[in-house]
């Protein structure tokens, strides 16, 4: 079954899993299971444990495979100590990858602690200077504030190994584009035939627009591949990043391709791989009604009214029919439907089925029906969201 947990880390930097309250430590690991015990299983002699399925868990769910044991009595839950420690992890995290002052970093990391879990914290004055003790030991450069700086700091363009990483520099200008990847993420680039692909903005320097990441589906797992800090996204831009990536991978050739709705990015890349299969993100087909609700004023509607949100659901449940049946099931469901849901699916028509038309036929949706239905990669156990991309992304 799985559960919502969170991933995070130890003081002593040690694998931790948090579930309901309670912190466990990894104890082992074998190719299948996870091991976990009590955090408290030495300071409180604590031997509850739990077991995971490692083929089945994510950065923000696992599978439980067994639980042994109870919680001692002195063993309580702790929820100010683990949002304590979620704010360090934050704290750190911000220290070292922004150029945020201190007391900016600090500001922004208090507005997730509640007033008792501040209560525990110890004096600012100490958390500002660790603050500035991690950026001091990170040692990293400014971020530059003009994309015609000349060139990346040597230290940015390898890794902690030593090995490349800094791919691509198209040099100062307005389209300037850096793409990252280490030998290993080029190796998997260059093997792999199934792909996730996503962008993200909160994190990027002011001079360039987004952080486009090809996430590889590796071994059952999902790696990130390549980075790409890109200054547009436009169509051009997005085939400018994959013949560049080619420069260093030229043996990329994926199959498969996992997006979001985005119309640049799917031409971009079914213009330069006509052979690959390209599928929309379920999360993201489901995104794009919520927009929709709230663009109508509808949302206030679908939160409160469950007959409501029903027939939304079932909408987007389309996505799981047979591909040859969907229209046929759309007609149904709009005799099914009453008035309230005329706007849905009008919008759901246009961009998702196709307008019918006087002579019979239906226009060309804007997003066609195999690219957004998810019955055969349901069938067939692939991945219908890129919900593990959204996670990394979060993360980073």
Not at 275 to 303: D, M, N, P, V, W
């Amino acid at each position: 079954m799985s559960t919502s947990v969170e991933f995070t880390t130890s003081a002593k930097g040690r694998p931790l899993m948090v579930l309901d309250g309670y912190s466990y430590i990894r104890d082992r690991q074998t190719d299948e299971k996870t091991y976990w015990r009590c955090e408290n299983h030495k300071k409180l002699n604590c031997h509850y444990r739990i077991h995971t399925c490692n083929f089945t868990t994510n950065t923000t769910h696992a599978n439980i495979l067994k639980r042994n044991g109870v919680h001692t009595t002195s063993c309580h839950r702790d929820p100010i100590k683990i949002s304590l420690r979620k704010f360090h992890e934050d704290l750190v995290d911000r220290a070292k990858n922004t150029q945020e002052s201190t007391d900016t970093v600090l500001s922004k990391c208090l507005t997730q602690l509640s007033t008792p879990a501040r209560l525990r914290l110890p004096p600012l004055d100490h958390v500002k200077r660790t603050v500035r003790q991690h950026r001091k030991e990170n040692n990293l450069p400014n971020i530059p504030n003009d994309v015609d700086f000349p060139s990346v700091p040597t230290i940015l363009q390898f890794t902690k190994r030593n090995e490349i990483f800094l791919r691509i520099d198209t040099g100062p200008g307005p389209d300037r584009m850096l793409i990252f990847s280490s030998p290993e993420q080029c190796s998997i680039l260059a093997s792999s035939t199934e792909f996730l692909v996503d962008g993200t903005f909160d994190i990027v320097p002011d001079i360039f627009y987004q952080l486009y990441v090809i996430h590889a589906v590796h071994r059952e797992h999902v790696i990130p591949a390549a980075f790409c800090l890109l200054r547009r996204k436009n169509e051009i831009t997005y085939q400018d990043m994959i013949n560049k990536i080619m420069e260093f991978a030229p043996t990329w050739n994926p199959e498969n391709l996992l997006m979001d709705f985005e119309k640049a990015a799917i031409n971009a890349f079914s213009t330069i791989f006509p052979q690959a299969s390209l599928s929309g993100c379920y999360f993201h087909l489901r995104q794009s009604i919520h927009r929709q609700l709230q663009t109508q004023g509808l949302q206030k509607k679908y939160e409160d009214n469950s007959d409501f949100a029903n027939g939304i659901h079932k909408i987007a449940a389309l996505a799981f029919i047979n591909p040859k049946d969907v229209v046929k099931a759309f007609v149904e469901l709009s005799i099914h439907l009453d008035d309230q849901f005329q706007s849905m699916l009008d919008y759901f028509e246009d961009n998702y089925i196709g307008r019918f038309r006087a002579n019979g036929s239906r226009a060309r949706p804007l997003f066609g029906i195999k690219y957004w239905n998810v019955y055969d990669r349901t069938k067939n156990s692939q991945m219908r969201t890129n919900n593990s991309a959204e996670a990394w992304n979060r993360r980073i």
